[in-house]
């Protein structure tokens, strides 16, 4: 059974920094492509973050946080990282871990490809 556990939110000032994590269990992490998304408050919709293959490499980010997340991960672990310097009021949400089988074409941030998810970790950012 697919488990993934996110933690590190809080609530920070416009300007800090942050490091979340997801621990993984249930599945051959190496296999796997895993990434981030988010969903702010008000919003129907998660969107994309940031993805890498579980095997390595394969780093995909949204335009929209280039420069500031960086994604990472400790395979020994099966644990995600999300780093993100300098956070910004408009990156208030929830954000969740994602997880699904490498596809053929290799992993990218299309949600859909991403079958199991975690239960999120808040992030509030004041300015």
């Known amino acids: 059974q697919v488990q993934l556990v996110e933690s590190g939110g809080g609530s920070v000032q416009d300007g800090g920094s942050l490091r979340l994590s997801c621990r993984a269990s249930?599945?051959?992490?190496?296999?796997?492509?895993v990434g981030w998304f988010r969903q702010a408050p008000g919003q129907i919709r998660r969107e994309r973050v940031a993805?890498?293959?579980?095997?390595?490499?394969?780093?995909r980010y949204a335009d929209s946080v280039k420069g500031r997340f960086t994604i990472s991960q400790d395979q020994a672990k099966s644990t995600l990282y999300l780093d993100i310097d300098p956070l910004q009021p408009e990156d208030t949400a929830m954000y969740y871990c994602?997880?699904?089988?490498?596809?053929?074409?290799?992993?990218?941030?299309?949600?859909?490809?991403?079958?199991?998810w975690g239960q999120g970790t808040q992030v509030t950012v004041s300015s």
């Open positions: 993805g890498i293959y579980g095997g390595g490499g394969e780093i």
């Open positions: 249930g599945f051959i992490y190496s296999t796997y492509c």
């Open positions: 994602g997880a699904g089988p490498r596809p053929w074409g290799g992993c990218t941030l299309v949600s859909v490809a991403y079958n199991d």
